[in-house]
């Protein structure tokens, strides 16, 4: 789990960035950069999720 939540970490960071970039700058390749890292961490974020829960029930 803590694997997981390091990537959950990275992959916010490179979204963060990608995305001031975008909002900032009117960069619109980070704009692309940042919507492809957001579905990535979703799928993150639901496995933490169940993982989470799974650890829960023990």
Same mark, same amino acid.
């Given at each position: 789990m803590n694997e997981l939540v390091k990537t959950i970490d990275e992959l916010y960071a490179a979204f963060k960035t990608d995305a001031e970039l975008q909002a900032g700058k009117n960069n619109k390749a980070a704009g692309l950069r940042a919507r492809k890292v957001s579905l !990535? @961490?979703? +799928? +993150? @974020? +639901? !496995?933490f999720r169940k993982t989470s829960l799974a650890a829960a029930a023990k």
């Open positions: !990535e @961490l979703e +799928k +993150k @974020l +639901k !496995e």
